[in-house]
């Protein structure tokens, strides 16, 4: 089963089960121009690369009150800036931060939860 690994966790451990995961986009290269005094033009240099969002939609299986618990709990293990590796490539790592995450569809016996980082490559 595809999942990812936020600060050293995989997301098995919570038993999710992935339905999507919108592949990450390639960054763009963001650069920092430096005019000369007496010279035309400027010199770019690359200064690190922008943000990307990484979404993942997320089944939840259980009761109302099981599903909310897990939510909770979800929650609090995704707080903070970590690194985040998609086991489809995880070669790749990125520093990720919790964007958002709100349930999408809901259901007497499962939700789908999406969960949406703010993540840069960490080179």
Not at 78 to 83: F, K, S, T, W
Not at 94 to 119: G, W
Request: with cysteine; charged share 25%.
């Amino acid at each position: 089963m595809i999942g990812f690994s936020f600060n050293g966790v995989h997301s098995n451990f919570y038993d999710l089960y992935i339905k999507t995961i919108v592949p990450p986009i390639p960054p763009k290269p963001r650069y920092k121009e430096v005019k000369v005094i007496g010279k035309d033009g400027t010199y770019k240099f690359l200064d690190g690369y922008e943000d990307i969002p990484i979404q993942f939609d997320v089944l939840i299986l259980g009761t109302i009150s099981e599903r909310r618990e897990k939510i909770r709990t979800i929650g609090i293990w995704l707080q903070g800036e970590h690194n985040l590796v998609i086991d489809y490539d995880n070669v790749v790592v990125y520093k990720a931060c919790l964007v958002d995450m709100a349930t999408q569809k809901f259901d007497t016996n499962f939700e789908v939860l999406r969960i949406t980082f703010s993540a840069r490559l960490v080179v």
